[in-house]
């Protein structure tokens, strides 16, 4: 077992961090073979579970809707949802929100705030399927779908 070799005691976070990467080195030219540096920092900590709600509301209109999520909830994840219910593509949707004095598109990696603006639909009813040409033959028979 290697033990960290520091030249004073452990006070701070960012001594404590050159200890474990010491140790860490040691333990790699002793030929040792497994982890022995600390999980720190953002991505290693485990994902909140709070349970919150989170409203969206579509640009240039009043209907709003509110989904129950976790903190942890990133905004690709709501998009998919949304185009799923919607049967659309989710790179057509984005989310906007409030930053301070301004506004700002949240990226796909990013979690959901609590107050977002969806732009890019209409409404969140699906909408009405429109064919380019639409037309219908009624009670042509047999001899009317012959072609000419």
Known sequence: LIACI???????????????????????????????VKDMGVGRQPASLSPVSTVLTVYGSDESM???????????EIKEMLAGKLAIDPCTISFVT?????????????????HVTVVGIKSFKRDRRRYEHPMVVIG????GLLPS
């Open 6 to 36: 520091c030249p004073r005691p452990r006070r701070s976070a960012t001594l404590r961090h050159a200890c474990w990467t010491r140790a860490a080195v040691v333990s790699m030219t002793a030929g040792i073979v497994g982890p022995l």
């Open 66 to 76: 509110t989904i129950p999520c976790v903190t942890s909830t990133k905004v690709v």
């Open 98 to 114: 409030r930053q301070g004095c301004a506004m700002r598109k949240q990226l796909d990696h990013e979690e959901i705030r609590r």
């Open 140 to 143: 042509g028979g047999p001899i």
